[in-house]
């Protein structure tokens, strides 16, 4: 599935030579029509993970004020030729004014919705609110053990208010919306991963993730930003964020990694699914790691910044067209967003700065269904 540079793989074989364009992707230019919305609500947050890729590598973001309410909706209106998934996130997206309202509206036409959230500021009232508008799916960013946890946020009592989130779902009566527990692997919890996999089914979530830890290499960073400034005359600020990726030990992650999988169900999910070959590659900075296939997201997510700004993705900041100016489905079919799927496929699918990025369902060789995942059984 990913490999090193050192270890080549013929042209053939991989699709990745710069120049060639992965034989099943589709044509940049022609019209699309998204299956799903990444819309950051916010950038705003409540908490300070010590681990945040935004803080650290976020391009600049647009100017102007955050999409109110109203613009929020008439963005659903836009989209609702079908229904789609609705994917909000941020920064902390609770933290948004008519976050219920919103969801609300989404459910009436038809899509499902899913919220990534840290808990912090849900209250039980404004959980169950959610719950009534008909949120499909909570998706609780939970990064270890208690006491774990509260250290990489940054705050006491953090993993205390998901605790409370978890046992309000698993109360409901009529539960439609399922919840699930994220978990971003990092220098402080990747020694204590099946600890913190037991703690989570103990809060008997639908489905756990991991994911492995996203940055950008300072190698990475150099040829990407001559591919955005040259190709796209991109102003897009990345910053380098290796840093983050201090402390974690490959093999012992493998090891961990290994317990988890020995003793997991099928809802168990990583992000990406790494051998222990693979894992070495990816928290090695110099190995010039790299995917194979390519990014999907470009054709199939539409995302959306807090202030209408079309992106790639949030990491890739470049702006490709703003919904306040330009109807969202005419950006993600416009010029700079075929132009972007053109540097892409030039590149053989991705960019440099794809290399660790671990949103494996948007990558074309590693097919997750975003489906409401099978709940986990109690143990
Ligand atoms: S692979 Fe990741 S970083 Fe690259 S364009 Fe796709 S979503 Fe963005």
């Known amino acids: 599935m990913v490999e090193s540079r050192g270890k080549k793989l013929s042209a053939k074989k991989s699709g990745l030579k710069a120049g060639r364009r992965p034989a099943a992707a589709p044509r940049p230019e022609k019209r699309f029509d998204p299956d799903y919305v990444a819309l950051d609500l916010t950038y705003k947050c409540n908490l300070a993970c010590s681990f945040c890729f935004m803080s650290k590598s976020r391009s600049k973001a647009a100017p102007g004020g955050e999409l109110t309410l109203k613009e929020l909706k008439e963005l659903v209106d836009g989209l609702s030729q079908r229904p789609r998934k609705f994917y909000l996130a941020g920064g902390e997206p609770s933290l948004k004014k008519g976050l219920v309202e919103l969801v609300r509206h989404i459910k009436k036409r038809g899509h499902f919705c899913r919220i990534t959230t840290n808990a912090f500021g849900l209250d039980k009232k404004s959980a169950g609110l959610l719950m009534d508008a008909g949120l499909d799916e909570f998706t609780v960013s939970l990064h270890g053990e208690p006491a774990v946890h509260d250290k990489l946020v940054g705050a006491r009592g953090a993993a205390a208010r998901i605790e409370e989130l978890f ?44 994911s492995h830890m996203d940055y950008i290499t300072e190698r990475d960073l150099a040829v990407t930003r001559e591919v955005l400034r040259s190709q796209l005359g991109s102003k897009t600020v990345l910053n380098s964020s290796e840093g983050l990726v201090a402390g974690v030990s490959a093999a012992v992650l493998a090891g961990e990694i290994k317990k988890i999988k020995a003793d997991s169900g099928p809802a168990v999910n990583f992000f990406p699914n790494l051998s222990a070959e693979e894992m070495k590659g990816w928290y090695a900075p110099g190995s010039g790691f790299q995917k194979r296939g390519f990014c999907l997201a470009q054709w199939k997510g539409l995302w959306i910044g807090p202030r209408g700004e079309v992106v790639p993705c949030q990491p890739l900041g470049h702006e490709m067209g703003n919904i306040r100016k330009t109807a969202p489905l005419d950006v993600f079919s416009g010029k700079p967003a075929a132009d972007f799927r053109k540097a892409l496929l030039r590149r053989g699918g991705f960019l440099p700065t794809c290399s660790r990025c671990g949103r494996s369902s948007y990558s074309s060789t590693y097919c997750v269904k975003a489906a409401v995942p099978a709940r986990v059984g109690k143990r």
């Not at 699930?180 to 204590?192: D, E, F």
């Not at 008997?204 to 991991?210: L, Q, T, W």
């Open 167 to 210: 046992r309000l779902v698993d109360s409901r009566e009529k539960r439609n919306t399922t919840i699930s527990a994220w978990c971003t692997v990092t220098g402080l919890n990747h020694s204590r991963l099946y600890r913190a996999y037991r703690y989570f089914r103990s809060l008997n979530p639908d489905s756990i993730m991991f």
